[in-house]
């Protein structure tokens, strides 16, 4: 009954390899977003995504590209893995209606650490 | 854009002992400000949060103050236990729209028993 639920929880490969990450609300929700926690614990969002609109941190190399196939869904998916990108990985969800009381906090996902090799 | 400064990095208290985590934040049209809770290996969890329409709230053990003006807010934690023991983030945003909040950098409360 988890309400934003990514899987793997673990993801160990190799430089060069391509990866996905999946996503899954069942809130409701209006927008998903992925973040990169880096070993500083900093919280670097990555991208944000509605039925209307994708908005890219352009830091974001453009290896990494988002993929939602309807609105309960925003998959990350990661070309030509770098040892750089090795951090962990949350999917969050947010209601994003205009005007609704406490309706903009995130729910976020478990996480998926990604170790690159 | 926006930027979101957290004060202290690190905070070790004393069982018992009240906490307190400050932010400040650049742009003034910011009106959402959440704070997120993280323990170890999990996900960081919502809090409590506040709109700039409002100058505090409380929920049990946990405060939060915006002052607009200053442009900064607080988390209080008083009667702090060890299982208070995690990274807090700040963060702020503008209600509404694809408005991303931003986050602080994170302060590691570390509560001894």
């Known amino acids: 009954d988890t309400a934003v639920s990514q899987t793997p929880k673990y993801l160990v490969t190799q430089m060069g390899n391509d990866k996905s990450i999946k996503c899954e609300q069942n809130?409701?929700?209006?927008?998903m977003y992925w973040y990169k926690q880096d070993s500083k614990k900093f919280l670097k969002i990555m991208f944000s995504?509605?039925?209307?609109?994708?908005?890219i941190n352009e830091t974001v190399p453009n290896r990494f590209s988002p993929k939602s196939p309807d609105k309960a869904h925003l998959n990350l998916h990661i070309n030509s893995l770098e040892l750089g990108d090795s951090a962990v990985y949350f999917c969050?969800?947010?209601?994003?209606?205009?005007?609704?009381?406490?309706?903009?906090?995130?729910?976020f996902g478990s996480g998926t650490r990604l170790t690159v090799v | 854009g926006e930027n979101v400064e957290q004060h202290p990095s690190t905070l070790s208290v004393q069982e018992g002992d009240s906490a307190v985590i400050k932010c400040t934040y650049s742009?003034?049209?910011?009106?959402?400000f959440p704070w997120y809770k993280q323990e170890l290996g999990k996900r960081p969890q919502l809090i409590i949060d506040?709109?700039?329409?409002?100058g505090e709230k409380k929920d049990q053990r946990i405060a939060v103050t915006l002052n607009k003006t200053a442009k900064h807010f607080s988390l209080h934690i008083t009667e702090t236990q060890p299982e208070d023991s995690a990274v807090y983030f700040c963060?702020?945003?503008?209600?509404?729209?694809?408005?991303?909040?931003?986050f602080g950098r994170g302060t590691s409360l570390i509560v001894h028993p």
């Open positions: 969050a969800s947010s209601q994003g209606i205009e005007g609704v009381q406490g309706a903009f906090g995130y729910t």
């Open positions: 809130l409701g929700h209006d927008t």
């Open positions: 995504y509605n039925n209307k609109e994708l908005i």
């Open positions: 742009d003034s049209a910011s009106n959402y």
């Open positions: 506040i709109r700039s329409n409002v």
């Open positions: 963060a702020a945003s503008l209600s509404g729209g694809s408005y991303i909040p931003t």
